[in-house]
């Protein structure tokens, strides 16, 4: 009796583990996933005129990649590709969001959009097919309208600008 309810036990634990794992399971091995992923760069024409440098970098010993945006030389955003053997020939990769500072880190549909097109970016370069641009519109719509305050206070500073360097020049021309 007693092994029985061990058994049981052990079954309802080994399932909610399994149940619980976080990521997504890609057929490619280990090694192969970490170079893919190491080297996997974002599309420049996903942000805008807004767009964060970033830069991949991946933690020596370990296979944890780090996705790292700046904008005027500081870090805003700081997310890992956590990499783990599955089985023999598949990669489980989690994505997540481990620092975020400056006004960016106040906005959390910029940071879920950040998440989704790095997943995406990922998927895609595991999977052997284009990035797809559809997984993130809605991702990218809300960060959009999040975004909106910081992106009209842009809009006015270049206008502003255009219309200092125009009076300028025809003070110029007379």
């Given at each position: 009796m007693k092994m029985r309810?061990?058994?049981?036990i052990a079954f309802v634990a080994v399932l909610t583990t399994a149940c619980t794992k976080d990521g997504k399971v890609y057929q490619v091995p280990l090694a192969d996933a970490r170079r893919a992923v190491g080297a996997a760069v974002l599309p420049p024409s996903l942000f805008g005129v807004q767009t964060p440098d970033w830069?991949?970098?991946g933690v020596a010993g370990t296979s944890d990649v780090f996705w790292i945006g700046r904008k005027n030389g500081r870090e805003v955003f700081r997310y890992l590709a956590s990499l783990t053997q599955e089985s023999q020939?598949?990669?489980r990769v989690n994505v997540e969001l481990?620092?975020?500072s400056g006004p960016e880190a106040e906005n959390s549909a910029l940071k879920k959009f950040y998440l989704v097109a790095i997943t995406e970016r990922i998927a895609s370069t595991l999977e052997n097919r284009p990035f797809d641009?559809?997984?993130i519109q809605s991702a990218k719509a809300a960060a959009a309208i999040g975004n909106m305050g910081a992106i009209r206070a842009s809009m006015e500073e270049a206008a502003a600008a255009s219309e200092r360097l125009e009076?300028?020049?025809a003070y110029r021309r007379r």
């Open positions: 309810q061990f058994i049981a830069y991949v970098s020939g598949s990669t481990k620092n975020a641009m559809q997984r009076s300028s020049s």
